[in-house]
T-cell receptor, first 109, second 114 residues
């Protein structure tokens, strides 16, 4: 089983839609989780950290479910500019971060 | 806003040659990382560096790779004898502390080995 697994998509949604991505992880020792956004041929940009209590930043909400070992990202009121690849990442107690392969999102007008 | 910078943006080299990729992390950050991303594939961890030594490395980071922080600002990745399969985008990242683990990435160096 891959350490961090994501549905590759693509997700094609109209502007204004709500879309949710899930990510599962296999290492129960993973302590911290993140969502990054990556545009084509660009670097990953940190979107938000994910906490057990949930984390909301504007239209974006992230949740962590340790019992089921998955994290989620919800995007409300999708914008054209949200089109990108969304990467989930898990960090163990050491110095290593493992990325998922990413979920592609296309938001259409 | 402070950012991680990397040079060069694109490096073309012949198989067997040595390359050095350079990074300037955010100035108050203490933890430094190198990742690579082969075209169309996921971001892969190579190595982390703290307090002037390697903290952790992946199985990709073999004897052909080395990292160095030669001064107070630069962080370099050296590939001693490049192979065709080393062609990838190489990203440097830094984080302020170990508690948050939030990493900020540079724009990457595209390495093409011919």
């Amino acid at each position: 089983r891959k350490e961090v697994e994501q549905d590759p998509g693509p997700f094609n949604v109209p502007e204004g839609a709500t879309v949710a991505f899930n990510c599962t992880y296999s290492n129960s020792a993973s302590q911290s989780f993140f969502w990054y956004r990556q545009d084509c041929r660009k670097e990953p940009k940190l979107l938000m950290s994910v906490y057990s209590s949930g984390n909301e930043d504007g239209r974006f909400t992230a949740q962590l479910n340790r019992a089921s070992q998955y994290i989620s990202l919800l995007i409300r009121d999708s914008k054209l500019s949200d089109s990108a690849t969304y990467l989930c990442a898990g960090h163990t107690g050491g110095f290593k971060t493992i990325f998922g392969a990413g979920t592609r999102l296309f938001v259409k007008a | 806003e402070p950012e991680v910078t990397q040079t060069p943006s694109h490096q073309v080299t012949q198989m067997g040659q040595e390359v050095i990729l350079r990074c300037v992390p955010i100035s108050n950050h203490l933890y430094f990382y190198w990742y690579r991303q082969i075209l169309g594939q996921k971001v892969e961890f190579l190595v982390s560096f703290y307090n002037n030594e390697i903290s952790e490395k992946s199985e990709i980071f073999d004897d052909q790779f080395s990292v160095e922080r030669p001064d107070g600002s630069n962080f370099t990745l050296k590939i001693r004898s490049t192979k065709l399969e080393d062609s990838a985008m190489y990203f440097c990242a830094s984080s302020e502390d170990r508690l948050s683990y939030e990493q900020y990435f540079g724009p990457g160096t595209r390495l093409t080995v011919t």
